[in-house]
């Protein structure tokens, strides 16, 4: 470690404008007698010393070089070199107010939270280190060689946290994050045989009335089935209701539990072509199929094999007295599902489902569905499924039907701890979160306009959702009659609205790629604009996507906001903001005035700043821990900085 600290700072010295030499002074006493478990990062870049170290240290002035460094496995050649770029002499610049000279900046590991305490042999300041997750005491600004500037905080080189390569996305499961709003098309059998009113209802009984333990399940007959009527149900509609709040695909419930088909399968006629939907025969996949070529919006379909009461199917067996005539074996289910899949997939033509989701997962079904799926359906992704059930691979539900993705988000999940994923998993599974617009109906029941979410909860889903890497499912619930009723579809294009007037006000967004500088973590380059009055620095908003070509690689990161001054562009942390239900202020919490540092970006995080300097010019992200391995490298794929000024307005 010594070593190769020397050998950075020799490299520093070569290239510097302003000849000068630093004597850094590491025994062994400082690389190794603390409390942070021998972990020393380096501590150079070109521009300034990242002083925070985790041991004691000194810093000290006009003394030879060669007198501080031993040659040790250094090149000879490199420290002659060194001693020829001057006298070999450092001019260390000390803090603004002090006399210039040499300023001993020996302090504790720790120091009190409260700023006002001295520290640091009263020279320093107590602040929030992210990476130790503690306060520490640091010297008050950078020394840097030949004077200039403050070019930013303090700060390590940020610390790679493993040697072995995280999951990486199917180019499938990257696209399926592009989408990023779907829509859940709940219209089955539970639309009419949930307890309704009126001339829709077909019958009062609830299907979800009972389960293999509490006796026989009773749902609509074949012969009432035979008599539902959908003289209002239009796919073009229920395509334009989840187009005004976003969706860019849909995933139609086209089998839910009771064994119901919304197309005409040839294995029994408990299906919508034997109701009088359009006289009989119809098939609503093959209508929506259509309805969504012409929109240009992507479909994908929901099945269960967990239940299927029509065949006597619960809890993914057979045993159940059935719905229907007759009373199959599990190989005949399992038969008759995997015939159903590929009726329902063919479909689509050569094209295929976008989506498959398997309501419940697959369970003791997967080793017969698996085969079928990856052959009639091989780019769609699987959600609910095994890891790599498909070539496109799997997407995963994130626990909660409330609208709220849990933090941190990863994109990678092997099934233990969080529920927001684990970036240490060897699959990457993403996240999608999922909630209804009536609290809390999957499909239509009369009488319950009063459970209409307000629009500002669904911007708040919207938030908490793609706002944190996972993407937003949102259900439609046609009525009996095939109708999205009208004042959910005002509902659904209200919240369209809102959504597009908080990201309508663009302060600034970057142009290509940010990757991070290994040396200080910021990722480059900086996103810059014209500097802004302090009224429009008040209330902003920043989206970062992250590229996950080879995984989701960035940890714990924050913002730093530049601040135009007439001598001077002084980086410092921006100030957290948050918004209230949706926004965190950060995690953790800073306190003392430290740096608010978020934990994982993935497809795309949205955070707040608070009131921000003036004269603001610019923003830029700061990597302090990664997973970064070889030769690979944090990246963003953009920055883009909103005016959220107008939030009340818009929600």
């Not at 870049?45 to 002035?61: K, V």
């Not at 002659?80 to 260390?92: G, W």
């Not at 919240?495 to 040396?519: D, E, Q, R, W, Y």
Request: proline content about 8%; glycine content about 8%; charged content about 15%.
């Amino acid at each position: 470690e010594r070593e190769r600290e020397r050998e950075t700072i020799v490299d520093w010295l070569l290239h510097v404008t302003m000849p000068c030499v630093v004597n850094y002074i590491l025994s062994d006493s400082d690389l190794y007698s603390n409390k942070f478990e021998n972990r020393t990062p380096s501590f150079v870049d070109s521009y300034q010393w990242a002083a925070a170290l985790p041991s004691p240290r000194q810093l000290q002035c006009w003394t030879p070089l060669t007198s501080r460094f031993r040659p040790s496995s250094l090149s000879v050649t490199m420290l002659s070199v060194a001693s020829l770029v001057t006298t070999i002499y450092l001019t260390a610049l000390p803090a603004v107010g002090q006399a210039a000279g040499c300023v001993n900046t020996s302090c504790t590991v720790s120091c009190n939270t409260s700023i006002t305490q001295p520290c640091c042999d009263k020279v320093g300041r107590c602040e929030w280190d992210p990476v130790f997750a503690d306060y520490r005491c640091i010297p008050p600004a950078p020394l840097i060689c030949g004077g200039g500037p403050t070019t930013g905080p303090r700060r390590r080189v940020p610390t790679a946290l493993t040697t072995t390569p995280v999951a990486v996305p199917s180019p499938q499961q990257l696209s399926w994050l592009d989408l990023e709003v779907s829509a859940m098309l709940g219209f089955n059998l539970q639309t009419i045989c949930a307890p309704a009113k009126g001339p829709t209802a077909v019958t009062s009984q609830a299907c979800q009335a009972g389960s293999k333990t509490q006796g026989r399940l009773y749902v609509p007959t074949v012969g009432e089935v035979s008599q539902w009527e959908l003289a209002d149900l239009d796919t073009d509609a229920w395509v334009a209701a989840a187009a005004s709040f976003g969706a860019k695909y849909i995933v139609l419930v086209a089998d839910h539990m009771t064994g119901f088909t919304l197309w005409d399968t040839k294995y029994h006629n408990y299906s919508i072509a034997h109701t009088k939907y359009k006289g009989g025969g119809g098939d609503v996949v093959k209508d929506l199929i259509v309805s969504c070529k012409k929109a240009g919006m992507k479909l994908g379909f929901f099945y269960s094999v967990h239940f299927n009461w029509y065949l006597g199917v619960d809890g993914y067996v057979v045993g159940h007295p059935p719905l229907g005539p007759t009373k199959y074996t599990q190989d005949q289910f399992l038969a008759i599902a995997k015939g159903q899949l590929q009726e329902v997939s063919a479909l689509f033509g050569d094209e295929g489902p976008f989506e498959v989701w398997f309501d419940g997962g697959t369970g003791p079904s997967a080793a017969a569905v698996q085969p079928v799926v990856s052959a009639v359906a091989p780019l769609a992704v699987c959600h609910s499924c095994n890891p790599n059930f498909t070539k496109a691979g799997a997407v995963r539900w994130m626990g909660n039907e409330e609208g709220s993705m849990p933090l941190p988000s990863w994109g990678a999940y092997d099934g233990t701890g969080s529920l927001g994923g684990n970036p240490a998993a060897s699959t990457f599974y993403p996240p999608s979160t999922d909630t209804v617009l009536r609290e809390h109906y999957w499909f239509h029941q009369n009488d319950t306009e009063g459970s209409i979410k307000s629009v500002h909860t669904l911007v708040n889903n919207y938030l908490t959702s793609v706002g944190r890497a996972s993407n937003l499912i949102l259900n439609i619930a046609p009525d009996g009659t095939g109708a999205v009723p009208p004042i959910d579809v005002k509902q659904y294009a209200a919240m369209g609205a809102a959504i597009k007037c908080l990201f309508n006000h663009s302060v600034a967004k970057s142009t290509a790629p940010m990757k991070m500088v290994a040396a200080t973590g910021v990722l480059a380059p900086e996103l810059g604009f014209p500097p802004l009055s302090a009224a429009a620095a008040q209330n902003l908003s920043v989206v970062v996507r992250e590229d996950q070509t080879l995984g989701q690689l960035i940890n714990a990161w924050s913002l730093e906001c530049r601040a135009t001054a007439a001598n001077a562009d002084q980086w410092g942390p921006c100030p957290a903001g948050s918004l209230s239900g949706s926004i965190p202020k950060c995690i953790p919490s800073p306190e003392s005035g430290g740096p608010c540092v978020y934990t994982g970006i993935g497809h795309k995080r949205i955070v707040v700043i608070g009131a921000a300097p003036a004269s603001l010019s610019g923003v830029r992200v700061v990597v302090h821990s990664h997973f970064a391995t070889g030769t690979q490298v944090p990246t963003v794929r953009d920055v883009e900085l909103f005016d959220f000024s107008q939030t009340k307005s818009c929600v």
